[in-house]
């Protein structure tokens, strides 16, 4: 069974760094389309970043600059590097991958309700303190 698991939350001032973590089982990142999301509470669910199997790569107008994705295929990860985090980036932060038409099934649904994406992780919390 496939899954996605987020790792690497927790709590920082504002300036502070994280780096959240996207650990798969069963599903090779590795040339998948993917990409990061956050729920912050009370709020939509948003995309952070996205990156797909053609290279292309985008990022939030509000992390831009401040956020890159990194991976390592040997271990099947996939990095968000969260630098000068801002109070304004807590939320919980959900990976998710793969865009196979024939993968989609009920378990497709992650942050915030969103089906983009075949799978999904539970989402780890980031909280930024002023």
């Known amino acids: 069974e496939v899954q996605l698991v987020e790792s690497g939350g927790g709590s920082v001032q504002a300036g502070g760094s994280l780096r959240l973590t996207c650990t798969a089982t069963?599903?090779?990142?590795?040339?998948?389309?993917m990409g990061w999301f956050r729920q912050a509470p009370g709020k939509k669910c948003e995309v952070v970043m996205y990156?797909?199997?053609?290279?292309?790569?985008g990022f939030a107008a509000s992390v831009r600059g401040r956020f890159t994705k990194s991976e390592d295929t040997a271990k099947n990860e996939v990095y968000l590097q969260m630098n000068n985090l801002e109070p304004e980036d807590t939320a919980v932060y959900y990976c998710?991958?793969?865009?196979?038409?024939?993968?989609?099934?009920?378990?497709?649904?992650?942050?915030?309700?969103?089906?983009?994406?075949?799978?999904w992780g539970l989402g780890t919390l980031v909280t930024v303190s002023s």
């Open positions: 998710a991958a793969g865009t196979n038409g024939d993968e989609y099934s009920d378990r497709s649904v992650g942050c915030g309700g969103r089906r983009d994406f075949n799978y």
């Open positions: 069963d599903y090779t990142l590795d040339g998948a389309d």
């Open positions: 990156y797909n199997n053609a290279g292309h790569t």
